[in-house]
């Protein structure tokens, strides 16, 4: 590579950073953390609707994810922000990325919360109705505490998932981290260049999301031995 | 005080419990014995409704609960029932994420409502009671399987149960463990608690049962004062179950080399 060419990518290596940090602190992270913070409580409304004991809980549930898991989160996002408009209802960019992706995230984290509730053996259950608990109170007190901790592995994994699924905020308009590499790309005919610093950034962020993970299994691993 | 009438129970078809009548007074002992799926684990289940009966009457104290195939879920009035019991279980069931002492004031302060130094002094006083005073923090999961279960004990202890109900206490656990459990058992018949207690230990059963009752395929098959029952009893299905046990025994013993 002749030296020009090194200095020229250089040069746009270094003015990109700073475009793409704004890209991934206005909207990157504000989408995957909104979009993750309000899918939990989804997921967890839905997993107690799908082990509820009515069926008019229950089927609603199932086919919440069967629908939400069987079709890509693409398709769900462009129906939103392309599809809606067309009987009337126009969602600005970003509040759709929010919903489509809280809608996505709330089915398959009810998946993993519901499994995580399973796991819990059923005499702890029964322990806490012995003590003459309501379902609620033998759930809030005794079994969900014991359910998170199981959950948070593949809740971690669900959620740095979604940081990298968030590039597709990307392609309904979002100057996101994704968004701003790819204009640059477009701009300065080095595609090559400006791909591989956006996956170092992806990559970065992921390794802070999985440290922090770790450190809070650590935290709610202490009663065993 | 306690009282049966007619409780069946049905799992999908197959019928575990058959019409059990059953009183059980104010601060005796009652032994549950009978070969394994006889019925002992779920006629216990019945008595504190974590299993609902299918059909018959419970009566306690007061309270009278009615059973049959028309008896609509009234979580309301088994919630009431159940806070009159305590059990204790097999594989004892603590809760993992709680300390021993946690575990005991868990049923205090969210089931009573009591104030949480209230309760923490309730469940201190419990705990030593069951010679645990030196382990209130640990977690369950350091203990041994005797503490566990003493624990365990303790806990269902707390909530002040008119009746306490145990599901083969000692069933899980080493051999050298089942003293401290038994122990523990032995000083609540002498404070006066009215226990009905299913187990394999006879030797247990003959000593502080006011009452034997064998169970064999989900009735009471014979039912007697324990010189009855472990003497030369006339029902011969008994004689041969206890006859097995002290079969085993020799049997260990002749192992053990002594």
Redesign the interface.
């Given at each position: 590579m002749n030296p020009d060419r090194a200095a020229r990518l250089w040069e746009i290596f270094l003015h990109s950073l700073w475009p793409m940090l704004q890209g991934t602190l206005r909207y990157t992270l504000p989408l995957t953390i909104v979009s993750f913070a309000l899918a939990l409580p989804v997921a967890l409304a839905v997993a107690l609707a799908a082990r509820s004991r009515r069926r008019t809980l229950r089927y609603p549930a199932r086919f919440y994810v069967w629908i939400i898991r069987g079709t890509p989160v693409l398709v769900q996002l462009y129906l939103i922000f392309y599809g809606l408009p067309n009987v009337g209802i126009v969602l600005p960019a970003f509040p759709t990325v929010v919903l489509a992706f809280t809608i996505a995230e709330g089915a398959y984290g009810s998946e993993i919360v519901r499994s995580a509730i399973d796991s819990v053996?059923r005499?702890?259950w029964?322990?806490g109705?012995?003590?003459?608990?309501?379902?609620w109170?033998a759930f809030r007190?005794?079994v969900m505490?014991?359910a998170v901790?199981v959950s948070l592995p593949p809740l971690g994994n669900q959620f740095i998932g979604l940081l990298k699924t968030s590039s597709l905020a990307a392609l309904v308009t979002l100057q996101d981290l994704f968004g701003v590499a790819k204009q640059i790309a477009a701009t300065t005919f080095e595609p090559m260049l400006l791909y591989v610093s956006a996956g170092l950034y992806y990559l970065a962020i992921s390794t802070v999301l999985a440290y922090g993970q770790r450190v809070l299994e650590r935290r709610f691993r202490r009663?065993?031995? | 005080m306690l009282k049966l009438a007619g409780i069946g129970k049905s799992f999908g078809g197959r019928e575990v419990l058959k019409g059990i009548d059953l009183t059980i007074e104010r601060g005796t002992t009652t032994i549950l014995i009978g070969p394994s799926g006889s019925g002992k684990s779920t006629l216990l289940n019945c008595m504190n409704l974590l299993e609902i009966p299918s059909a018959g009457t419970i009566e306690l104290g007061e309270r009278r609960l009615a059973f049959g195939p028309a008896t609509k879920r009234n979580q309301k009035e088994w919630i009431a029932y159940r806070r009159q019991t305590g059990m204790v279980f097999q594989s004892h069931q603590l809760f993992p994420h709680r300390t021993a002492l946690e575990n005991v004031m868990e049923g205090l302060v969210v089931v009573k409502r009591m104030p949480k130094a209230e309760a923490r002094s309730r469940a201190e006083q419990l705990l030593r009671q069951v010679g645990l005073g030196a382990f209130l923090d640990c977690y369950p999961g350091r203990l041994s399987g005797g503490q566990q279960q003493r624990v365990g004990i303790a806990r269902a202890l707390a909530m002040d149960p008119a009746v306490l109900l145990f599901d083969e206490p000692t069933s899980a656990l080493d051999p050298e463990l089942v003293g401290e459990v038994l122990q523990v058992m032995k000083a609540l018949t002498r404070q006066g608690m009215t226990l009905v207690v299913a187990t394999h230990e006879m030797k247990f059963a003959r000593e502080v049962g006011d009452r034997i009752l064998f169970l064999e395929g989900g009735e009471i098959a014979e039912q007697g004062t324990p010189e009855q029952m472990f003497g030369a009893c006339r029902n011969e299905r008994v004689r041969q179950f206890l006859g097995r046990f002290a079969e085993t025994a020799w049997n260990e013993r002749a192992l053990a080399g002594t």
């Open positions: 053996p005499g702890q029964r322990a109705y012995s003590l003459g608990m309501t379902g109170q007190r005794i505490p014991q901790r009663y065993e031995l | -």
